[in-house]
């Protein structure tokens, strides 16, 4: 099972309610509204958006960084 969790970085509540909407973001989606000084961004070293975060079955980080290709993905699931 995949799961994805999207942190935002708006700060703007109306803004990213706007976004989940329109980019149909059905999966889990929070947000601080504290743009770059949220805690999560910090935590993380967030150097830019899109940032991606995998996670094993076990919930430890197995890559970092940068957006993965549908293929990338998919090799991690296996």
Do not use: Q
């Not at 799961?3 to 909407?21: C, Y």
């Not at 947000?31 to 961004?41: D, F, P, V």
């Amino acid at each position: 099972g995949l799961e994805i969790f999207s942190v935002s970085l708006d700060t703007d509540k109306r803004d990213w309610i706007k976004a989940i909407i329109k980019d149909k973001m059905t999966w889990i989606n929070v947000s601080e509204l504290n743009g770059w000084k949220t805690k999560i961004a910090k935590d993380y070293f967030v150097s830019g958006i899109p940032f991606s975060i995998l996670l094993d079955k076990d919930r430890k980080i197995i890559a970092t960084g940068r957006t993965f290709t549908e293929e990338e993905i998919e090799k991690y699931l296996k």
